[in-house]
């Protein structure tokens, strides 16, 4: 890859009259941080046209769906609509998911937005481009197993949590309902199986158990929230949470445990039914509600459109985020697989990568507008942190700070891992709207229930 014809390219674009247009397909925690970033710094100024292009029409912070899920969050509360921050920072927003990419004539095909009644509110619309940077995520991979995709519920957007949150008050309902018919003799268990022992899968868990409680509290259920709500967690690898260190799986393991929540691994699974969940080993777990949580993958779109994909369906993209067969085409977040050569392997598909790859990539529309060579993306290995709600949380440290991986635990944890979500407000909104924001959401726990009742 010849950087420096492109970089001059670049160039010869922006000073033809018309300023450079970067369009970023995807606003998730990487893309909008980016396209935030771009129109303060380049679109603001017109020395660039900055565009936002994503399916939805709101944004949350991916990491908070576990708690949507289990009722813990409202995400009217925390969503931000796109045109709003368009609106705030200098850049454009088109509402749509990508279909097609002409990259001969540089043009992305955006598909319609159709309302309720299935009638258009936005045609099929061709976006012209100078530089796009793909950050479309990943969905939920269900490896093929069968009954998975019909019968097991993801997590990937908050309408999916939202639907898991409806149908475990419905089960926790039902089941009252029956041991009210049998005047309280035959006593009725929720059976709740999560596929997944990562990150999402254990948060959840935890988040889940924490509800049962609450409802309880409330009285939409006589039920034992611990022994009459089952809680199973099941992961295929020998123990859970793969990525972290030993001793943390450990320590998680057993405050699962404490808990009540029953983790069974080692075991994959290998038939969802509507009613239960076989395993490798023979068990047949019951289940009013399945939820998987066990793998990721990118939207099949990137390897049909002709660029170059690994099996996951990243896009293989060299150390400066640009693809390796188009100079003008680049990658971040969980799409990408950009090299990490410390470790031999791809950057991990984190939440921290993508705001490290925002960064850099900011710099990188700077350079290029301006014909200078473009910087190299380095990771950094910040570690990681998991929160069992307000149970507990636990993870571990790394870096130059500390020289090696620490455990940590309890109250400095979880105010570790409030701040990434608050760090990610900052890049958004700024330190005082962030402030206000955090101090908005204290007072309105103050005066809402812990979960959402209905």
């Known amino acids: 890859?010849?950087?420096?014809?492109?970089?001059?390219?670049?160039?010869?674009?922006?000073?033809?009259?018309?300023?450079?247009?970067?369009?970023?397909?995807?606003?998730?925690?990487?893309?909008?941080?980016?396209?935030?970033?771009?129109?303060?710094?380049?679109?603001?100024?017109?020395?660039?046209?900055?565009?936002?292009?994503?399916?939805?029409?709101?944004?949350?912070?991916?990491?908070?769906?576990?708690?949507?899920?289990?009722?813990?969050?409202?995400?009217?509360?925390?969503?931000?609509?796109?045109?709003?921050?368009?609106?705030?920072?200098?850049?454009?927003?088109?509402?749509?998911?990508?279909?097609?990419?002409?990259?001969?004539?540089?043009?992305?095909?955006?598909?319609?937005?159709?309302?309720?009644?299935?009638?258009?509110?936005?045609?099929?619309?061709?976006?012209?481009?100078d530089t796009l940077i793909i950050a479309i995520g990943s969905v939920t991979n269900f490896f093929g197993v069968p009954g998975a995709a019909?019968?097991?519920?993801?997590?990937?957007?908050?309408?999916?949590?939202?639907?898991?949150?409806?149908?475990?008050?419905?089960?926790?309902?039902?089941?009252?309902?029956?041991?009210?018919?049998?005047?309280?003799q035959q006593m009725q268990k929720v059976n709740l199986v999560?596929?997944?022992?990562?990150?999402?899968?254990?948060?959840?868990?935890?988040?889940?158990?924490?509800?049962?409680?609450?409802?309880?509290?409330?009285?939409?259920?006589?039920?034992?929230?611990?022994?009459?709500?089952?809680?199973?967690?099941?992961?295929?690898?020998?123990?859970?949470?793969p990525p972290l260190p030993e001793r943390i799986a450990v320590?998680?393991?057993r405050l699962l445990g404490a808990l009540k929540v029953e983790v069974i691994t080692g075991d994959s699974v290998v038939d969802v039914r509507p009613d239960a969940v076989l395993t490798r080993s023979g068990r047949q777990l019951p289940s009013d509600l399945t939820v998987w949580a066990g793998g990721i993958k990118v939207p099949a779109i990137l390897g049909q459109v002709g660029l170059p994909t690994n099996p996951l369906g990243q896009v293989i993209v060299s150390p400066t985020l640009q693809t390796i067969t188009d100079p003008d085409i680049f990658a971040l977040g969980d799409c990408a697989s950009c090299p990490w050569p410390a470790t031999g392997k791809s950057v991990p598909p984190r939440a921290q990568a993508a705001h490290q790859q925002a960064s850099l990539l900011t710099d990188s529309m700077k350079r290029r507008l301006t014909g200078r060579s473009l910087p190299t993306f380095t990771y950094r290995d910040h570690g990681s942190l998991i929160s069992l709600?307000?149970?507990?949380?636990?993870?571990n440290l790394m870096g130059r700070l500390v020289g090696r991986s620490v455990k940590i635990q309890g109250f400095l944890a979880r105010l570790l891992y409030l701040s990434l979500y608050r760090h990610h407000q900052v890049a958004l909104h700024g330190f005082l709207r962030m402030a206000v924001d955090a101090f908005a959401q204290w007072l309105r726990r103050r005066t809402s229930p812990r979960v959402k009742l209905h």
């Open 1 to 129: 890859m010849d950087i420096t014809i492109d970089t001059t390219r670049a160039l010869a674009q922006h000073t033809t009259g018309h300023p450079h247009h970067i369009v970023v397909v995807g606003g998730g925690a990487g893309g909008l941080e980016l396209v935030t970033r771009l129109g303060n710094q380049l679109g603001k100024d017109g020395r660039a046209r900055v565009t936002l292009v994503d399916k939805e029409a709101t944004h949350i912070w991916k990491p908070l769906l576990h708690e949507v899920a289990a009722g813990s969050m409202d995400p009217h509360a925390h969503q931000l609509e796109y045109i709003a921050q368009a609106r705030w920072h200098h850049f454009e927003f088109q509402q749509g998911e990508m279909l097609d990419l002409d990259r001969v004539n540089k043009t992305l095909t955006v598909a319609a937005i159709l309302d309720e009644e299935k009638h258009p509110v936005l045609p099929e619309r061709k976006i012209p481009y």
């Open 150 to 184: 019909e019968h097991a519920m993801a997590i990937d957007t908050v309408n999916q949590a939202e639907q898991v949150r409806r149908r475990i008050l419905a089960a926790c309902m039902r089941a009252q309902n029956r041991l009210a018919e049998s005047g309280g």
């Open 194 to 241: 999560i596929i997944g022992g990562g990150a999402t899968g254990v948060e959840l868990a935890a988040e889940l158990r924490n509800t049962a409680q609450v409802l309880a509290a409330y009285g939409l259920h006589k039920l034992n929230p611990q022994r009459d709500i089952r809680i199973t967690l099941v992961e295929a690898g020998p123990r859970i949470l």
């Open 251 to 253: 320590d998680t393991t």
């Open 389 to 395: 709600g307000h149970f507990e949380t636990v993870g």
